[in-house]
């Protein structure tokens, strides 16, 4: 079975702090994507990034940005935790953009 | 400008009936549908898809029908149990690109 493990269920932070949501999928995916959900907004993407070192923009890159240093493992870093970046975080990976995504169980962030 | 639209938030459906559950899109190009389930505290897992050359598709209890010249495609759940009980988010992708997602319907079954 794909994996697509993150590395923290839960997360409290506070404002101002910088943040590391860390994603890693063990199927050799070249495509890996971050998304975040709130309600009555579905899921938005953040960032993907199609192999090592790439990354391109989503819909609401804004506050966020991404590292891919191996292919497995597709960092989210938060410069500066702020209130309204509260939210449940999915990481994502896939074989090629179109396929099916796997997702891993979110990380559910709380910035107070 | 949202190509995928799911203008349900929620629906509620008594356990044993049907489940329909609609979404639609604007991109007429759009080759490939999926649809995902997500309970809470998880992450979305995929349940079913169907391409663009099909009209049906069917896994055990799950239905999917799409209707290219509506731009319509709907989830067919038969019979509803109270453990599908989720969020389902439908999603679409053009010639192998990236999916692009719907809102979501949060599904409730009632026992």
């Known amino acids: 079975d794909v994996k697509v493990t993150q590395s923290s269920r839960y997360l409290v932070k506070r404002t101002g702090e910088k943040v590391f949501l860390e994603c890693v999928q063990d199927m050799d995916h070249e495509n890996m994507f971050w998304y975040r959900q709130d309600p009555g907004l579905g899921l938005r993407l953040i960032y993907f990034?199609?192999?090592?070192?790439?990354?391109e923009k989503g819909d609401i890159p804004e506050g966020y940005s991404v590292s891919r240093e191996k292919k497995e493992r597709f960092s989210l870093i938060l410069e500066s935790a702020s209130t309204n970046q509260t939210s449940m975080y999915l990481c994502?990976?896939?074989?090629?953009?179109?396929?099916?995504?796997?997702f891993g169980s979110g990380t559910r962030l709380t910035v107070v | 400008d949202q190509q995928v639209k799911q203008n349900s938030p929620s629906l509620s459906v008594q356990e044993g009936r049907i489940s329909i559950l609609n979404c639609d899109y604007t991109?007429?190009?759009?080759?490939?549908f999926l649809w995902y389930k997500k309970y809470p505290a998880e992450g979305p897992t995929f349940l079913i898809s169907?391409?663009?050359?099909?009209d049906k598709n069917e896994d055990g209890r799950f239905t999917v029908f799409l209707n290219k010249s509506a731009k319509h495609l709907s989830l067919h759940i038969v019979p509803s149990q109270p453990g599908d009980s989720a969020v389902y988010f439908c999603a679409a992708s053009e010639a192998g690109n990236m999916l692009t997602f719907g809102g979501g319907t949060r599904l409730m079954v009632k026992p």
């Open positions: 991109n007429s190009m759009f080759d490939y």
């Open positions: 994502a990976s896939s074989f090629s953009p179109g396929d099916g995504y796997t």
């Open positions: 169907i391409s663009s050359i099909k």
């Open positions: 990034s199609y192999d090592v070192k790439m990354k």
